[in-house]
C-alpha cells in the first residue's frame, strides 16, 4: 500500500496529532500495548508525559508480583527453548487485589492518566475495582471479541451493562470486521482496537489461522465507525493494534480509517521498557495453547527517540511522530480526520522500486 500525496501541502509544524477517547485528550495518537514487556507503572508516566498513553496489563506480571522486575529479569535470561514454560509457570500465579490498587496508584501518584486493561472474563470483577482504586480508562482485550459472546455462563459479559456499572471511558478489542465493530460501537463504548495476529510476538495466525491483513480490518472498523456517528452523533475512536513498525505503517494506518495505534515492539525496544530488549505476546503464557513467543528485540534507542527523534536511523523505526506530521504536509491535511480522506493505493512494488543498491547492501 502507498498513500498519495495531497493537491495542496501544509507545513508539518502546523498540523495538529489529537486523539479523543471518551473524555481523555492525547497529544499524539499512540497507545503502549499492555504487554508485560512493553507497560510497567512507570512507563505509562513517560508515555503520559510524551502525550501519549500507556496501558498496563492489570492481569500481568505487575499484579500476580511484589517484585515483577524479577520475574521479568528470569524471563529475559532464559534459553530460548525453556521461554514459553517459564512463561506459563510464572503467570500461573494468582492475581491479588491489593497489588491492583498499588499499581494503579503508582501511576496516579506521578500524574499520569491510568488506563488498565483486562480480559472479557476478569472484566465485571476487576474494571469496577479499578475504577475504584482511581483507573481512568478500562480497556477489555482478547484475541477476538464480540458484543455476542456464547458461553456457559449463566449471565456473561454484556458490554452496555459494564458501562453501567464504571463511569470511565470503555475501549475493546480485539475485532477485524465491519459487522462486529458496529455491534461493539452500539454498546456504548468509546474506543475500539482493531487486529488480530499482526503484531511481532502474536502467533495467532500461524496456531489458529485466524486474521484480517490490517489495512483492511481498519478500513471495514472505521466504516463501521462512520455509520455509526452518521447515525447517533457519537464518535468511538478506531485504534489499530498491532503490526505497527515504521512511521509508514503508522501513516497508513491513519490514512486506512484509524484515529490512532497501539504500538508493542517499537517501545519493548526502548531502554525504559521492562522487558530489556525481550517481548512477549498477551496470549503467550496460556496454559494450554500459547499464541504468541518470546522474542529478542534488543535496545535500540530511548522513548524519546522512538516517539519524537532525533534519530540517525533511516528504516522509519524512530521519530514516528515526525513522521506523521510530514506525512500529513504531503498529504495537506491539518488533523488525524483530515488525513482520513487522503487516498491510498495498492502498490506492490512500491518498496522495490528503485531500490537496486538499497537491497543490495540490505538497507
Known sequence: MAIVPGDVTVNPDQTTTDLEIGSHHLAIPILAAAMDAVVSPSFAV?????GGLGVMNLEGLQTRYDDPEERLALISQAPKE???????????????????????????????????????????????AAVE????????QSTVTTAR?????????????????????????NC?????ALELMETGIDGILVGVGPGAACTTREVVGVGVPQVTAT?????????????????????????????????????????????G????????????????????????????TRINVGVRGTLEQVLFGPTSLTDGTQNLVG?????????????????HRAEMIVAPAIQTEGKVFQMAGRL
Open 219 to 263: 478500513l471495514d472498523c472505521a466504516a463501521a465507525r462512520e455509520e455509526y456517528f452518521n447515525r447517533t452523533g457519537k464518535y468511538v475512536a478506531v485504534i489499530t493494534d498491532g503490526g505497527i513498525r515504521t512511521g509508514g505503517d503508522l501513516c497508513k494506518a491513519i490514512v486506512a480509517g484509524a484515529d490512532g495505534v497501539m504500538i
Open 149 to 173: 459472546h456464547i458461553s456457559k455462563s449463566y449471565h456473561g459479559l454484556v458490554f452496555s451493562e459494564l458501562l453501567d456499572m464504571i463511569s470511565v471511558p470503555v475501549i475493546v478489542g
Open 133 to 140: 482504586a482511581g483507573a481512568d480508562i478500562i480497556v477489555v
Open 323 to 339: 513522521a506523521l506530521k510530514a506525512c500529513m504536509g504531503m498529504c495537506g491535511a491539518f488533523s488525524i480526520r483530515d488525513l
Open 46 to 50: 513517560k508515555m503520559h508525559q510524551a
Open 82 to 128: 525453556e521461554a514459553t514454560a517459564i512463561l506459563q509457570k510464572l503467570y500461573s500465579a494468582p492475581i491479588r487485589d491489593e497489588l491492583v490498587g498499588k499499581r494503579i496508584q503508582e501511576m496516579k501518584g506521578a500524574g499520569a492518566t491510568c488506563a488498565v486493561s483486562v480480559t472479557p472474563q476478569s472484566a465485571k470483577r476487576m474494571a469496577p
Open 265 to 292: 515492539t517499537p517501545f519493548a525496544q526502548t531502554q525504559e521498557a521492562p522487558g530489556k530488549g525481550f517481548n512477549w505476546g498477551m496470549a503467550t503464557p496460556h496454559a494450554a495453547l500459547p499464541r504468541g
Open 176 to 180: 477485524v470486521t465491519y459487522s462486529t
